[in-house]
């Protein structure tokens, strides 16, 4: 059974700029393995006022940053939130909540 994978609208501007920097594929490769599973892409969990919360690295920079919701149903086995997927060199974790 397929997870629902939701955008905030950070990452949806995010993923605009990721394709004006070549970097859209793999973001896109990556969103398309989180309808299937989430749990098998290598995520780190994240800790402090950001707990509960999950990366996935996209480059050396750049990060998936998820919510996984499980709930069963007939058609789906969860919700995976994205919250944001770009940060920034300088950035520091609640930089993902802005």
């Not at 990452?11 to 896109?28: F, I, P, T, V, Y």
């Not at 299937?36 to 006022?49: A, D, H, K, Y």
């Amino acid at each position: 059974m397929p997870y629902i994978v939701t955008l905030s609208r950070k990452a949806s501007s995010d993923l605009n700029e990721l394709r004006m920097a070549g970097k859209g594929e793999k973001a896109e490769a990556l969103l398309d393995a989180l309808t299937t599973n989430p749990f098998s892409l290598r995520r780190i969990g994240l800790r402090g006022e950001v707990e509960g919360l999950s990366s996935i690295k996209i480059t050396a920079v750049d990060r998936l940053v998820i919510e996984i919701e499980k709930y069963a149903d007939e058609n789906n086995e969860g919700i995976v939130n994205v919250i944001r997927m770009i940060t920034h060199s300088e950035g520091t974790l609640p930089i993902f909540l802005l």
